[in-house]
């Protein structure tokens, strides 16, 4: 069984992993340098355990002390009132659990798509709500796959994590660089890149056929696609919008063209 170590002090040194977790930039700046990342949620961090990530330590409400002394391994379970956890995190921990993971080794795109049929690739996605929102939907409608450009989000920042419910851990994920010349490896592997946009001549995404080894590129809100990651797709789709829509948030966009490159699948 874990030792519980009991915390009274915010400003106790073994709690570094998880201070000011609500300041964005200082927290860009220390996790992945550091290789760690927060998980909140008892449901999240199991998740973490089960992909394989490998915990620094527990911070735990301490009367939830119970809830997790069943964790396998010997990493360090803190325990604190909510006082000394809201002063040491930031913000009031209703959830109660948190946890200071070991990122594993980055991956490549060509490694990540190699067993893949279909795969989402994200261009300057950097809101960690979208970006947990995409990644929870690619795991629930069929993409085994995320290529992120080299100005998306972190999807293991803490609020991507837990918007995802932790399906970050179940969709492999890489960096896709140079961008957009990167795409090139997934045509070298066969995939056609769908380029999703609200321009009124690109093709109703329902007509597309072929829809196996097909790679879904997705922008931002607000200016979507860059010309240059257009001109590097290979056909233009769009999602028919009815009452004078002319677009979605990312991740609802998404999820409706998961649905629809998904929808001729087989149930699971």
């Known amino acids: 069984m874990p030792e519980v170590h009991l915390i009274t002090d915010p400003d106790d040194d073994r709690l570094g992993d998880y201070r000011a977790l609500t300041d964005l930039e200082l927290r860009t700046r220390w996790e992945p340098p550091n290789g760690l990342f927060i998980a909140e949620g ?27 002394l ?95 419910m932790g399906e970050v851990f179940a969709v492999p994920y890489a960096r896709l660089e140079p961008w957009p010349d990167g795409l090139q490896v997934l045509r070298d592997a066969g995939f056609t890149v769908l380029a999703l946009t609200p321009a009124p001549e690109a093709v109703p995404l329902q007509k597309v056929t072929g829809r196996d080894r097909t790679a879904l590129l997705l922008g931002a809100e607000g200016p979507g696609l860059s010309k240059h990651a257009l001109a590097a797709s290979d056909i233009p789709v769009r999602i028919p919008m009815r009452r004078g829509v002319d677009s979605l948030n990312v991740a609802a966009a998404a999820a409706v063209a998961f649905w629809e490159l998904g929808r001729d699948d087989p149930e699971t």
């Open 70 to 164: 069943d964790l396998p391994g010997d990493a360090p379970i803190y325990a604190a009132t909510p006082s000394v956890l809201e002063k040491a995190t930031g913000f009031h921990v209703h959830r109660g659990v948190l946890a200071s993971f070991h990122r594993a080794p980055l991956r490549t795109a060509a490694d990540v798509i190699a067993t893949a049929r279909r795969v989402a690739v994200l261009e300057d996605v950097n809101n960690h709500t979208n970006i947990g929102a995409v990644f929870r939907g690619a795991a629930a409608l069929g993409i085994d796959a995320v290529l992120l450009s080299p100005t998306c989000a972190d999807p293991l920042y803490r609020r991507s994590v837990r918007v995802s």
């Open 42 to 68: 008892e449901l999240v961090l199991r998740r973490a355990l089960r992909a394989g990530y490998r915990p620094r330590s527990y911070l735990i409400d301490e009367k939830r002390t119970e809830q997790i």
